[in-house]
Antibody
């Protein structure tokens, strides 16, 4: 059974860079049909897509965050990562990694079907 | 950018009720819309994708439909475990862009 697990700091200072890693187990990140994504949720608010990455390294970012976000994939470790720079308090959120299964067998666009538990990141001095 | 507006933002209902939640897109998005359920402190769980396809393992009391730019999630008979927050989510491609609705909180009456 595929499982995802986020790891990284729970507290980061303003203006610094957040680095998170998502470890994938029970399946290979090398699958040619899946995207791997990051989504965040500020306390008491809705979900916000940060970006997706393909195993090849192709990336797709939320335009509102694109200037501060970098995603990467390490197929040898079966992990993918997120960096967010120039943090402010508005970046305080639960950060989730998830698998986007792309298209199903009938060609319909799927969505995020497997999620990590999430990691709370607080931006504060 | 495509915006998704959910209505209502808050809904109070009783076990056994039929409830409907709507997600309106600011422009046409084909059928690439999904619905998620989220309980406090938990990750979202996908219920419906491609507007009306039930994700494997999701009870059949959940259904989705679309009419123009209005997408609907229906729960035919509320069960105690259905009280949660529901969010819609859309994809557009080329380049890939993903947006979530603001969420609808469903509480027990």
């Amino acid at each position: 059974q595929l499982q995802l697990q986020e790891s990284g700091p729970g507290l980061v200072k303003p203006s610094e860079t957040l680095s998170l890693t998502c470890s994938v187990s029970g399946g290979s990140i090398n699958s040619g049909t899946y995207y791997w994504g990051w989504i965040r949720q500020p306390p008491g608010e809705g979900l916000e897509w940060i970006g997706n990455i393909f195993y090849s390294g192709a990336t797709f970012y939320n335009p509102s965050l694109k200037s501060r976000v970098t995603m990467s994939v390490d197929t040898s470790k079966n992990q993918f990562s997120l960096n967010v720079k120039s943090l402010t308090a508005a970046d305080t959120a639960v950060y989730y990694c998830a698998r986007d299964f792309g298209y199903d067998d009938t060609g319909h666009r799927g969505t995020f079907d497997v999620w990590g538990h999430g990691i709370l990141v607080t931006v504060s001095s | 950018d495509i915006q998704l507006t959910q209505s209502p933002s808050f809904l109070s209902a009783s076990v056994g009720d039929r409830v409907t939640i709507t997600c309106r897109a600011s422009q046409g998005i084909s059928s690439s819309l999904a619905w998620f359920q989220q309980k406090p402190g938990k990750a979202p769980r996908v219920l419906i994708y491609a507007s009306s396809i039930l994700q494997s393992g999701v009870p059949s009391r959940f259904s989705g439909s679309v009419s123009g730019t209005d997408f609907t999630l229906t729960i035919s008979s509320l069960q105690p475990e259905d009280f949660a927050t529901y969010s819609c989510q859309q994809f557009t491609g080329h380049p890939l862009s993903i947006t979530f609705g603001q969420g609808t909180r469903l509480e027990i009456k």
